[in-house]
Every structure is written in structure tokens, then in C-alpha cells.
């Protein structure tokens, strides 16, 4: 079945240092990938995606790329801020139960980023 | 604007006694599910929805119910809560069934059963 690897946090870097959280998934077919973002007390957002193999998805600084050859989408920012302080997740969404877009989680990452 | 609710937002209650959490959607999306999130877990899906009167059973159903009678609304129930689903729920819902289609999350519900 579809499964997907996260580092362990907590991850805490200084404001403005480079940040990179892996991620390596395991999926029959071409699954989409997903990096969302939980902040305190709040639901989770999506952050960005990316549909193919190769396909770079991006937003708010953070970037990860789609690697087959790897199996990985792993997310970095080249400078974090105090504001970025969340849990990561990590998610493939393929077919299989679930209907086509189930969401299959890593189990998430917290990061901390300190003044 | 665009958004998925949830209620309660918190809730205690004891084991045994019938509980529905409930979750609207104002995107008109056709496909919504449940989702519970455990330290060390992550998300897994409880039940989803494809539309209207149609329901199916995603990774972790047991001990719960959904229904799915108009297309805003997705409830899920817990006929006899046990301490085992003291968890963190959230409703999620996409306008398609597509694998690449983003799903939107409620804010969810904290629950403890005791």
C-alpha cells in the first residue's frame, strides 16, 4: 500500500538559517504530492503540490521537488522566519481506497524557528 | 468565504454515549471526508464521500458512521464512543475525485472520551 517518511522533529533552526525537511514516499503508479501545514490551534493548509515527476511546486519561500528516480519530495526555504513555526506533513494522494484522492500522511514535523 | 466548519470544536463526553460531530462546506464540493489525526500517526482517513448518498469506508471505520443526505453536509458519528477514538478529527472536502485536486480542512474537533 501507498505509505509516506518524514523526519522526526522537532526541528528547531534560527531565524533565517536554510530549512529542509525529507520526505520519501512509497506509491503504486504516478501519485500527486503534497506538503500541508498545520499551525497551532488550526486546521490544516495546503502548501504546495506537485502533480508529476519533475514538477517543482512552490509558495511562500518553501519549494520540493517531485524525484521518481528518489521517491522523495523533500521541502526547503532558504530562510525561515518565526512565523513558519508549524507542523509539516507530507502526503501522496494516488488511487486505491479511498476514492482517487485519498490523502496518505507522513507523520508530521514540527519546526521551530527561534529569534 | 470559501470554507469548511466544524462542531464542536472541543468536546468531552463519557464512553457509551452517542455523539455526532458535524461538518458543512460552502464550495459546493461533491467529495468530502473524515480524518483523524494521532501523535505519531499522522492523518488517516475514516470515511469519505463522493457525493450525495454515496459513502465508503477509508482506513480506520470502526466504531464510526457517516451520512451524507445533502451535499454541504458530511456528520460523523460515534454510536458508542470508547477512549480509544480520544483523537483529533478533521473534515476535509475537494470539488473533485482526482488524485491532484486540493482537499480543504476544517478546523477541527478535539475529542476525549473517558
Known amino acids: 500500500g501507498n505509505s509516506v517518511t518524514q523526519m522526526e522533529g522537532p526541528v528547531t533552526l534560527s531565524e533565517e538559517a536554510f530549512l529542509t525537511i525529507n520526505c520519501t514516499y512509497t506509491?503504486?503508479?504516478?501519485?500527486?504530492l503534497f506538503w500541508y501545514v498545520q499551525y497551532p490551534g488550526e486546521g490544516l493548509q495546503l502548501l504546495l503540490k506537485?502533480?508529476?515527476?519533475?514538477d517543482k511546486g512552490s509558495n511562500k519561500g518553501f519549494e520540493a521537488t517531485y524525484r521518481k528516480e528518489t521517491t522523495s519530495f523533500h521541502l526547503e526555504k532558504g530562510s525561515v522566519q518565526v512565523s513558519d513555526s508549524a507542523v509539516y506533513f507530507c502526503?501522496?494522494?494516488?488511487f486505491g481506497t479511498g476514492g482517487g484522492n485519498k490523502l496518505t500522511f507522513g507523520t508530521g514535523t514540527q519546526l521551530k524557528v527561534e529569534l | 468565504e470559501a470554507q469548511v466548519t466544524q462542531n464542536p470544536r472541543y468536546l468531552i463526553t463519557v464512553t457509551g454515549k452517542k455523539l455526532t460531530v458535524t461538518c458543512s462546506q460552502n464550495m459546493n464540493h461533491e467529495y468530502m471526508s473524515w480524518y483523524r489525526q494521532d501523535p505519531g500517526l499522522g492523518l488517516r482517513q475514516i470515511y469519505y464521500?463522493?457525493?450525495?448518498?454515496?459513502?465508503d469506508k477509508g482506513d480506520v471505520p470502526e466504531g464510526y458512521k457517516v451520512s451524507r443526505k445533502e451535499k454541504r453536509n458530511f456528520p460523523l458519528i460515534l454510536e458508542s464512543p470508547s477512549p480509544n477514538q480520544t483523537s483529533l478529527y478533521f473534515c476535509?472536502?475537494?470539488?473533485?475525485?482526482?488524485?491532484?485536486?486540493?482537499?480543504?480542512f476544517g478546523p477541527g474537533t478535539r475529542l476525549t472520551v473517558t
Open positions: 464521500s463522493m457525493n450525495v448518498e454515496v459513502t
Open positions: 506509491a503504486t503508479g504516478y501519485p500527486s
Open positions: 502526503a501522496l494522494s494516488g
Open positions: 476535509a472536502s475537494s470539488s473533485g475525485g482526482g488524485s491532484s485536486y486540493e482537499q480543504y
Open positions: 506537485a502533480t508529476k515527476a519533475d
